[in-house]
């Protein structure tokens, strides 16, 4: 089994930073496509940055400039730093990772049961 564990959320003022953390964890042979989305109370979920096992990055509108996706293949961990935040970035965040997890498995689509950031105005 594979399990995807985010923390690093709370409680943070509008204007301050946060730094989000997702590790991957059990039977991994290779990650691929590693992202972070958002899904606001009574709001759809959102794709906010995405990264790929090579670094590229892609970010959505709302954020850019703002926030940044990094990754540590060796700890198979991703990390969102979030800086100058809105009250509208509040939202859980919750991570994805597609992965393999042997050589002959294809990728398989995971996701973390998210972490809650709360921005006061």
């Known amino acids: 089994q594979v399990q995807l564990v985010e923390s690093g959320g709370g409680l943070v003022q509008a204007g301050g930073s946060l730094r989000l953390s997702c590790a991957a964890s059990?039977?991994?042979?290779?990650?691929?496509?590693m992202t972070w989305s958002r899904q606001a109370p009574g709001k759809e979920r959102e794709l906010v940055a995405t990264?790929?096992?090579?670094?590229?990055?892609n970010y959505a509108d709302p954020v850019k400039g703002r926030f940044t996706i990094s990754r540590d293949n060796a700890k198979n961990t991703v990390y969102l730093q979030m800086n100058s935040l809105k009250p509208e970035d509040t939202a859980v965040y919750l991570c994805y990772a597609e992965v393999k997890r042997n050589n002959a498995s294809p990728y398989t689509p995971y996701w973390g049961k998210g972490a809650l950031v709360t921005v006061s105005s």
């Open positions: 059990g039977s991994i042979f290779s990650i691929n496509v």
């Open positions: 990264i790929t096992n090579g670094g590229n990055t």
